[in-house]
């Protein structure tokens, strides 16, 4: 087991475009999150899902940002039309079920650079 | 809602020497989960310790030990012998516990310079 995994690490992109994010979790967490930081902050959450599920998303998912996990192991985050605001870094994380459920790994993130 | 405030942007600390970051924390809750990440230059979010809200006891991972004071909403990391490793952002983070709730809350993070 490698630990969660994104790609692209790095993705520069003129706005207006459109970009998707993919995260592998560790292969026995049902529990995957995304979360995004911007210089200088902690990282926000954006939203969480169980299995398939998409239990959780906060008010910071425009309806612009997407987000799927569609057979309950990888996920993709798809932003339309990306504004520079959308730069940031894109962290996914995830948790198993059960004892340690409140325990999250984090993967490397995706840079995101919107010119 | 609840808050995290780390009151540090910065600090520095002597190779061998110890260390304490600040941590305070906003909450209604009565159950909950507190966190301390480390994010090194360039690399991962790694968990450091964590805290159970109904433990009274302070959790200690090695080298690290929290200062956990419920009433006063602190809840602070110690760094003793502190190695050139560690070296990194620090994140204090809340979780409510149950409710089906899984979202980390983050503070705006301490960046730690380790002297040689």
């Known amino acids: 087991d490698t630990g969660v995994s994104q790609d692209p690490r790095h993705k520069i992109t003129k706005r207006g475009q459109n970009v998707t994010f993919r995260c592998d979790p560790i292969?026995?967490?049902?529990?995957l999150y995304w979360y995004r930081q911007t210089l200088g902050q902690g990282p926000e959450f954006l939203t969480y899902f169980q299995n398939e599920a998409q239990l959780e998303k906060s008010r910071l998912l425009s309806d612009r940002f997407s987000a799927e996990r569609p057979k309950g192991s990888f996920s993709t985050l798809e932003i339309q039309r990306t504004e520079q605001g959308d730069s940031a870094m894109y962290l996914c994380?995830?948790?198993?079920?059960?004892?340690?459920?409140?325990?999250?790994?984090f993967g490397p993130g995706t840079r995101l650079t919107v010119t | 809602a609840q808050t995290v405030t780390q009151s540090q942007p910065e600090m520095s600390v002597q190779e061998a020497e110890t260390v304490t970051l600040s941590c305070t924390y906003d909450?209604?809750?009565?159950?909950?989960?507190l966190f301390w990440y480390k994010q090194p230059p360039s690399r991962q979010m790694i968990l450091v310790i964590r805290q159970e809200a109904y433990k009274q006891q302070n959790a200690t991972e090695n080298r690290f030990s929290v200062n956990f004071q419920k009433a006063a909403k602190s809840f602070s990391l110690k760094i003793s012998d502190s190695q050139l490793g560690d070296t990194a952002m620090y994140f204090c983070a809340f979780m409510k516990a149950g409710a089906g709730s899984y979202q980390l809350t983050f503070g705006k993070g301490t960046k730690l310079s380790v002297i040689p």
């Open positions: 909450t209604s809750e009565n159950n909950y989960y």
């Open positions: 292969s026995e967490h049902n529990r």
């Open positions: 994380a995830s948790s198993s079920q059960g004892q340690s459920s409140y325990e999250q790994y």
